[in-house]
């Protein structure tokens, strides 16, 4: 009789919070179907290649053949809704027109993948949005300034002499296969530490050594891994795994040494010793300039904007050059008689390269013709997005409504057959002065193009002028054609199992 009533008791509760939940179940559900049926309804005008009803377009993607999009683009000259799973879709956009409209707006930015980086980075200039990331554009532009790149040169060059000396110990005259992609990566890390806060980390020589870039590299590897593991994807179930713990410490650690580094600077700044620690230094690093900015414009560029901005500038600035650096030196491996031309054209700017500088860096016009080819090839950044904040008419009358993500593919519209004639050959006279004045001036952007284009791109076409030129003068590259390459594509496109070439020694000038 007693355990009746007892049943009695529970089972009401019970039945009310199942039925509760399948009511929620339901009103998910609803809101799933309706989200598909109003995609379906804006993007219906737009034709796309077939789909599958739940996986949508997401084979096109995996494992990363980055080829399978060129074959659509080829059939779908200007866009195609591309979808992303029964419920999410994208408008992919590869047409000069297109990208004209697309990039002169300031509809905020897609928060796909860009959620992943966020907790590391904090609110910096590539993820701020409306009037506060005006104020920091406009606060750190000057910073870019080439008065302030030309000192960085010397800088450079150190750091790329440093990984030279330790490809020397590891080959000889003899055609020697190396991973460079590790070696570069650390170069490029190793750069804008020390660019960015004049941090000498040694991590060139010991990457395990330094807490800070073991840290920084364990963010990269989480981050990598979570945006390929899609059951990551969801913020409580990463938090609560040993791979969101280990994350929150390493995150932990990086910004406490940012923290440290900035009320260190700050304590120098205010005790007027800051000019002679820059005189030392005979360059100003991006705190210097930060901080100066900070003194100028008080309450309005707080201590977490700064540690924002320095971690943003960090992690933009060295992924981004390590990907272009190895596929160039891809490029010019596959291409000897291009890496020949490049190397006659440095020895006669650089003798043996004992000194390099901002003027040299001017001189280089083939080598930089090579640059720019490759960064149209392989673009380290191959598609940027954006969730449109109202409707949209591209310039041949189709429209989107509001609300709709739209990506526009770099490397869509650098290998679109419409606009480059042979698309896939590796042809630096595309960027003869004659050939770049016929092209549509949207049809090539690498680093973006509009208010929110890339910052760094001055900085990171110095990097690699001076690491192309110094390598070029002490090693021959060739492919090896034993390890082919694959791409890696998750928000910046690197080698996927490391970048093998054969290095061999040259003589000295
Ligand atoms: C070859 C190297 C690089 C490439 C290909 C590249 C490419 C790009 C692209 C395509 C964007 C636009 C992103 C978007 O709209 O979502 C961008 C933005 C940005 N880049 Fe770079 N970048 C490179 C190097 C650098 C360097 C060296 C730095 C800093 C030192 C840097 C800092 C930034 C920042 C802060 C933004 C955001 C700008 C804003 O929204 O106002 N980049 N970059």
Request: with cysteine; charged share 25%.
């Amino acid at each position: 009789m007693e355990s009746s009533w007892l049943e009695m008791r529970w089972a009401r509760p019970f039945y009310l919070a199942f039925v509760f939940c399948l009511a929620l179940a339901l009103l998910q559900a609803v809101k799933l179907y309706l989200r598909r049926q109003r995609l379906l309804r804006d993007l219906r005008a737009f034709p796309a290649p077939p789909t599958h009803w739940f996986h949508g377009h997401q084979k096109i993607f995996q494992d990363d053949k980055m080829e399978k999009l060129e074959e659509i683009v080829e059939k779908y000259p200007r866009a195609f809704p591309c979808w992303i799973g029964p419920f999410e879709a994208f408008f992919f956009i590869y047409d000069p027109d297109y990208a004209k409209t697309f990039l002169s707006r300031t509809d905020p930015k897609s928060q796909y993948l860009y959620k992943f980086i966020v907790p590391c980075l904090g609110k910096g200039l590539l993820n701020l949005e409306g009037p506060k990331w005006f104020q920091h554009r406009r606060l750190l532009t000057p910073g870019f300034h080439f008065n302030i790149l030309k000192t960085y040169v010397e800088v450079i060059a150190h750091s790329v002499n440093t990984m030279l000396d330790k490809w020397e110990k590891l080959c000889s005259t003899q055609n020697t296969s190396v991973e460079v992609y590790e070696h570069i990566a650390l170069l490029a890390l190793d750069t804008i530490m020390k660019c960015a806060f004049s941090q000498d980390s040694n991590c060139q020589i010991n990457s395990t050594h330094d807490r800070y870039v073991k840290a920084t590299l364990g963010i990269g590897r989480i981050i990598r891994n979570r945006v390929y593991s899609f059951w990551y994807h969801h913020d409580m179930i990463f938090k609560l795994s040993p791979k969101g713990h280990h994350f929150q410490k390493l995150i932990q650690e990086v910004h406490q040494y940012t923290e440290k580094m900035i009320q260190d600077r700050k304590k120098s700044f205010k005790a007027g010793e800051q000019q002679n620690n820059t005189q030392k230094r005979k360059y100003k690093d991006f705190l210097d300039i930060v901080l100066s900015a900070q003194a100028e414009n008080g309450e309005s560029f707080s201590d977490t904007d700064i540690r924002s901005e320095v971690n943003t500038f960090m992690a933009a600035g060295h992924e981004t050059t390590a990907s272009s650096l190895s596929w160039l030196l891809y490029c010019l491996a596959r291409n000897p008689e291009h890496q020949d031309r490049c190397r006659e054209e440095i020895k006669g700017i650089l003798g043996d390269g004992s000194s390099i500088t901002w003027d040299h860096l001017g001189e280089m016009s083939y080598t930089t013709m090579c640059i720019k080819e490759t960064l149209r090839l392989i673009p380290a950044i191959p598609s940027i997005s954006r969730k449109l904040s109202k409707p949209l008419t591209f310039p041949d009358g189709c429209s989107l409504p509001a609300g709709i993500t739209v990506t526009l593919s770099i490397w869509g519209l650098h290998r679109n057959p419409a606009v480059w004639k042979n698309p896939k050959v590796f042809d630096p006279l595309r960027f003869s002065p004659e050939n770049c004045d016929q092209r549509h001036p949207h049809a090539y952007l690498p680093f973006s193009a509009g208010p929110r284009n890339c910052i760094g791109q001055q900085f990171a076409m110095a990097e690699l002028k001076v690491a192309i030129a110094l390598i070029l003068l002490r090693f021959k590259l060739t492919a090896d054609p034993t390890r082919p390459h694959l791409f890696s594509s998750h928000i910046i496109l690197k080698p996927k199992n490391g970048l093998y070439l054969n290095l061999k020694k040259l003589p000295e000038c």
